[in-house]
């Protein structure tokens, strides 16, 4: 289960528990931490930094050659490049490639 599911779970729980239709999530927070549903992980400063880092990055747009509105900050696993230094230098667009 993934946390976003996790995080369905519980307000479904939460639902059910207090026979209600919508809910609060400053309410349904709290009933989580106190009940123990929710326990923040501890995250490192570049850890932390990483997740906004993405964020921000994520919602960044370009227009493609074909002129259409994309994501500019398309990811492309460094994994997958048989040799990230020469490949992320070349005069080839990875985007292309990654297509």
């Known amino acids: 289960m ?5 995080f369905r779970k519980a307000a479904r729980d939460y639902k059910t528990k207090f026979n209600v239709v919508e809910v609060d999530p ?8 106190d009940a123990g549903i929710y ?3 501890p995250l490192s ?3 932390r930094c990483r997740q906004e880092l993405v964020r921000a990055l994520k919602d960044e747009m370009t227009l493609d050659p074909q002129g259409r509105e ?7 696993p460094i994994r ?3 040799n990230p230094l020469r490949d992320a ?3 080839t667009c990875l985007r292309e490639c990654a297509c």
Not at 26 to 33: G, L
């Open 39 to 41: 326990d923040e992980r």
């Open 45 to 47: 400063k570049v850890a």
């Open 80 to 82: 997958a490049l048989k």
């Open 26 to 33: 400053t309410v349904v927070s709290q009933w989580m931490v």
């Open 2 to 6: 993934t946390r976003q599911d996790a």
């Open 89 to 91: 230098s070349s005069s």
């Open 70 to 76: 994309v994501r500019a900050n398309a990811c492309i």
